[in-house]
Every structure is written in C-alpha cells, then in structure tokens.
C-alpha cells in the first residue's frame, strides 16, 4: 500500500501501545540474524532460543510462537502490552507500520487510528488461524 493511500502522512505516527499488531493473525518471522541477537540477548543458546520461542515451518522458515491464547498474543508480549525482547526484536517488528502493514493496519493500530483522527482500536479479533 502506498503512502499516498493514507489520509494523512504516516510520519507522523507514534506508537500508543495497544499490543495489536503483537497478536492476531499472521505470524512474526525471525531471520537468522534475529535469532542470534535474540537468543544473546536472554543468555540463551541458539538452539534453546529456537526450541523454547520458536518453530520452523515445512520449508525451514523460523517463525515466533504465540502464548497460545485466545487472542494469539505473540510469545513475547508482556500484560503492560510491551515486549520482552524490544530492544533487539525481529526485524519485522522493526519495520511495523512504517516499513510494512497489513491491509487492515488502519483497523487494528491505535499509532495509525490516533494520526488519522480515528478512535482507538477495539481490541484485536481473530478471524483464522494461519499456521
Ligand atoms: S517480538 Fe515483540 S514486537 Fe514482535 S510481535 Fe512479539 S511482542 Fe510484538
Ligand atoms: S498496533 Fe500500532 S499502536 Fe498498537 S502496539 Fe502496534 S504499533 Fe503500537
């Protein structure tokens, strides 16, 4: 989606820490340099980082795990909606909104709804399961 799509510019969003984009469909993929820094950053091995957070897809992707609740909350989400790992988190949370987003950003992003003058988001609904 092109910045031009938005109704305002995107420049101005500012994270207001709804946790949505930490839970719900999709998954968080996790590079290999992702892992590294990670799994150093909890003191743990990779191999232990891996088994613990983590699970390979058939084609040998790693992707996080989620805390297998209702709302699919990723693994590393804390009840204060912060996370456990953010100063070294995967790059696809680095990139969120700003490099990336989902078709229903606008929905689910309290940051995006506040710099487009829309109320906050009702919390995160799952429609499926996506592996
Ligand atoms: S790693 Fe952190 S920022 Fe990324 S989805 Fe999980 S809780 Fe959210
Ligand atoms: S959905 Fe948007 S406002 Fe909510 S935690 Fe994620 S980046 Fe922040």
Not at 1 to 13: H, K, L, N, Q
Not at 70 to 89: E, P
Request: with cysteine.
């Amino acid at each position: 989606m092109a910045e031009s799509d938005w109704p305002y510019p995107v420049s101005e969003f500012e994270c207001h820490r709804c946790g949505n984009c930490c839970r719900g469909d999709g998954f968080v993929a996790v590079t290999p340099e992702d892992a590294t820094r990670i799994a150093a950053h909890l003191e743990l091995s990779e191999a232990a980082f891996e088994a613990t957070y983590a699970r390979r897809t058939e084609d040998g992707a790693l992707r996080l795990v989620d805390q297998g609740d209702a709302l699919r909350s990723c693994v590393f989400l804390q009840a204060d909606n912060t996370c456990r790992v953010h100063a070294v988190k995967p790059t696809q949370c680095r990139g969120f909104p700003m490099a990336w987003r989902p078709p229903d950003a606008l929905e689910i992003c309290a940051g995006l709804r506040a710099a487009a003058g829309l109320p906050f988001p009702i919390r995160r609904t799952i429609s499926r399961r996506t592996g």
